[in-house]
């Protein structure tokens, strides 16, 4: 059995899983060990359709809600926010 995460390294976690889930439904190759350490709007470089973005933010509230045992209007507020801080250009 494996060492049990703190609440924060769950957080932690989540953000990683959260930027690659995004990239992979956006369709792009690129991880979150590929812009960890940029300093400049690297999330203005790719693009997620309105669809994707949905289904991102879908998969999001679920996870949230499995990993970090938030309630459905707590996780839905997050991705919200999540979105907003890290979320990728739209395009059309």
């Known amino acids: 059995m494996g060492k049990r995460l703190t609440y924060q390294e769950k957080i932690d976690q989540s953000v990683v899983d959260l930027i690659n889930q995004m990239f992979k439904i956006a369709g792009h190759t690129v991880t ?3 812009i ?3 300093k400049d709007p690297w999330f203005k470089e790719y693009t997620i359709t309105e669809k994707q973005y949905d289904k ?3 998969f999001g509230v679920k ?3 499995k ?3 938030m309630t459905e209007l707590k996780a839905q507020k997050e991705m919200a926010m999540f979105g907003l801080m890290y979320g990728l250009t739209f395009s059309e």
């Open 32 to 34: 979150y060990e590929d």
């Open 36 to 38: 960890k350490d940029r």
């Open 56 to 58: 991102w933010k879908s």
């Open 63 to 65: 996870y949230l809600i």
């Open 67 to 69: 990993k970090l045992d």
